[in-house]
Nanobody, 130 residues
């Protein structure tokens, strides 16, 4: 049984930092790319960041470039999202996901497509106050 468990969300003030973690189990983790998406009520799911199977390639949505960093630890089957300089507009439920995107698919188009991700976590709330 595949499980993805996010942690690290919370309530912070604008300008603060948070690090989200996503612990995976029940799958060969290094065979999967890891992605982060976020969603607010009434809006479409938004691509935030992704990291390739090896961790060599990273991709970001325009709204978080330069502030967020995606990474992974294949030894501990965990994907991370370091979020710095948080803004109120970053408030959302953040979901991690994994999908069988090939390492050689060096294109953000595939990593930002939520349909390419097979397994999803339950989500963690991030709230940024002004």
């Amino acid at each position: 049984q595949v499980r993805l468990v996010e942690s690290g969300g919370g309530l912070v003030q604008a300008g603060a930092s948070l690090r989200l973690s996503c612990a995976a189990s029940g799958l060969s983790f290094s065979f999967y790319a890891g992605g982060w998406f976020r969603q607010v009520p009434g809006k479409q799911r938004e691509f935030v960041a992704a990291v390739s199977r090896s961790g060599a390639y990273r991709y970001y949505g325009d709204s978080v470039k330069g502030r967020f960093t995606a990474s992974r630890d294949n030894t501990n089957n965990t994907v991370y999202l370091q979020m710095n300089s948080l803004k109120p507009e970053d408030t959302a439920v953040y979901y991690c996901a994994v999908g069988g995107i090939p390492e050689g698919a060096t294109s953000i188009a595939r990593y930002s497509d939520y349909s390419k991700y097979r397994y999803w976590g339950q989500g963690t709330q991030v709230t940024v106050s002004s």
